[in-house]
């Protein structure tokens, strides 16, 4: 098993940034590791993701305004959200793929991101 805990999330200024972090745990190793996200009403949707190897992959609208970073070491994976908009208000999750030949995925509780004047 893989716990996934986030932090990083709070309320922020239109145009502000924010920066989301996970830590895993349960394992030595993660295969790949990614954010999602969730507003109300709204199905959850992919941001981006990042394997061990460093490969990273976003969601067409979400790459000039956020980067995925990861520590291999440590298993964590940060999300920095820049120029923040109103529309990114939603509960960002964390998601953990341990293994490559295994779709099996984990999922953090959610870290809620507020962006309001």
């Known amino acids: 098993q893989v716990q996934l805990v986030e932090s990083g999330g709070g309320l922020v200024q239109p145009g502000g940034s924010l920066r989301l972090s996970c830590a895993a745990s349960g394992m030595s190793s993660i295969y790949e590791m990614g954010w999602y996200r969730q507003a109300p009403g709204k199905q959850r949707e992919f941001i981006a993701k990042?394997?061990?190897?460093?490969?990273?992959d976003y969601a067409d609208s979400m790459e000039d305004r956020f980067t995925i970073s990861r520590n291999n070491a440590k298993l964590t994976v940060d999300l920095q959200m820049n120029n923040l908009k109103p529309e990114d208000t939603a509960v960002y999750y964390c998601?953990?793929?341990?293994?490559?030949?295994?779709?099996?995925?984990?999922w953090g509780q959610g870290t809620q991101v507020t962006v309001s004047s």
């Open positions: 998601n953990a793929r341990p293994l490559f030949n295994n779709p099996r995925r984990f």
């Open positions: 990042v394997t061990s190897g460093g490969t990273t």
